[in-house]
């Protein structure tokens, strides 16, 4: 059973940096999609980038496009989310997962998702 960990959230300035990596256990992730989502307390869970188990295809949520980038490193089963210019609203919890088979993960569901990691803070101070 893969177990994936997220590490590299904080706290940081508006206008700041953040990569956050996802590194899966215990199993090989390469050939799965693999999505990054976000999550306050008493929110649902939120898409925010998805890439493809090649890495040719990257998905984003309207509100981070152009900001934040999704990569994946197959040899170190690792994928990693670059967070730049970083708002306020960017806070929450992160977490990675890889996609459940047959479905249509790209569209950006939770539910298209399965193998959650526990998460990485990420504060933005205005």
């Known amino acids: 059973q893969v177990q994936l960990v997220e590490s590299g959230g904080g706290l940081v300035q508006a206008g700041g940096s953040l990569r956050l990596t996802c590194t899966a256990f215990?199993?090989?992730?390469?050939?799965?999609?693999m999505g990054w989502f976000r999550q306050n307390p008493g929110k649902e869970r939120a898409f925010v980038a998805s890439?493809?188990?090649?890495?040719?295809?990257?998905y984003y949520a309207d509100n981070v496009k152009g900001r934040f980038t999704i990569s994946r490193d197959n040899a170190k089963n690792t994928a990693y989310l670059q967070m730049n210019n970083l708002k306020a609203e960017d806070t929450a919890m992160y977490y990675c997962?890889?996609?459940?088979?047959?479905?249509?993960?790209?569209?950006?569901?939770?539910?298209?998702?399965?193998?959650w990691g526990q998460g990485t803070q990420v504060t933005v101070s205005a």
């Open positions: 215990g199993g090989d992730v390469s050939k799965f999609a």
């Open positions: 890439i493809s188990y090649s890495g040719g295809g990257t």
């Open positions: 997962a890889r996609d459940r088979p047959g479905t249509s993960w790209y569209e950006g569901s939770p539910l298209s998702f399965q193998s």
